[in-house]
């Protein structure tokens, strides 16, 4: 058993495409008997209030990483959750121009290299 500090009225859990993602909601990490931290950054409303939840519908997104969030009653709040960090997304400072230069490497490389192993399986076959 947890305690929380206020009353919960609605709870949720979310939901991926394939659910290879880890849920929202983790339990396993915290001791038991200890008070579920109430630290404002670790909520989806980042501290928002949102009032008069009667329910929460969570929704897979396309992409694997992200589930679509809707709580609704007084007020509606709607926002992506990404329980097991976006790992189907590159991040901003990926290197596309490294990308880029090493598959024309690689193509390159294989249409050097193409010849030259036709050429020896030639003169094997002539030995």
Avoid at 51 to 57: E, T
Wanted: hydrophobic share 45%.
């Amino acid at each position: 058993a947890f305690a929380f500090p206020y009353p919960v009225t609605a709870m949720g859990v979310t939901i991926t495409r394939n659910g290879i993602s880890t849920k929202d909601i983790l339990f396993e990490q915290l001791f038991p008997y200890s008070p579920i931290p109430d630290e404002k950054r670790l909520f989806l409303t980042y501290g928002l209030d949102v009032v008069g939840v009667k329910s929460i519908i969570t929704s897979p997104s396309l992409l694997e990483s992200t589930a679509l969030v809707f709580a609704y009653g007084i007020d509606t709040f709607f926002t992506r959750s990404s329980p097991s960090k976006q790992f189907d997304v590159l991040s901003e400072d990926f290197s596309k121009t490294q990308l880029l230069l090493t598959i024309t490497g690689l193509v390159v490389g294989i249409w050097v290299t193409g010849p030259m192993v036709r050429r020896k399986r030639v003169n094997a076959l002539w030995k």
